[in-house]
């Protein structure tokens, strides 16, 4: 079993940056790969970025390319996203997910359903 905790979120003006925390415990958290994913209001959620279980391959939205960045650290058993030039459009709630099969790549075409573990979610909110 794996809990995820997420925080970081809040309210930050357009332009603005934000840095999300994603704490796991439980498993080994090098078995996992890591993703961040966003559900804004009355919409489906969608995928962010993802990050492979040896840090050295990543994938981004086309939304969020350029301007967010997904890290792990292992000693802290913590996957992160740094949010720059956050943008009205990026309020939503952020989750984080791990799944212990496929890569950076194919997380960011799995369907939800798929995903081994949720965290609850952190609150995004831009303001413009």
């Known amino acids: 079993q794996v809990q995820l905790v997420e925080s970081g979120g809040g309210l930050v003006q357009a332009g603005g940056s934000l840095r999300l925390s994603c704490a796991a415990s439980?498993?080994?958290?090098?078995?996992?790969?890591m993703g961040w994913f966003r559900q804004a209001p009355g919409k489906e959620r969608e995928f962010v970025a993802a990050i492979s279980r040896s840090g050295g391959s990543t994938s981004y939205s086309d939304s969020v390319k350029g301007r967010f960045t997904i890290s792990r650290d292992y000693a802290k058993n913590t996957v992160y996203l740094q949010m720059n030039s956050l943008k009205p459009e990026d309020t939503a709630v952020y989750y984080c997910?791990?799944?212990?099969?496929?890569?950076?790549?194919?997380?960011?075409?799995?369907?939800?359903?798929?995903?081994?573990?949720w965290g609850k979610g952190t609150l995004v909110t831009v303001s413009s």
């Open positions: 439980g498993r080994t958290f090098s078995s996992y790969v």
């Open positions: 997910g791990a799944e212990s099969a496929g890569s950076a790549q194919t997380m960011a075409v799995m369907p939800m359903y798929a995903m081994d573990y």
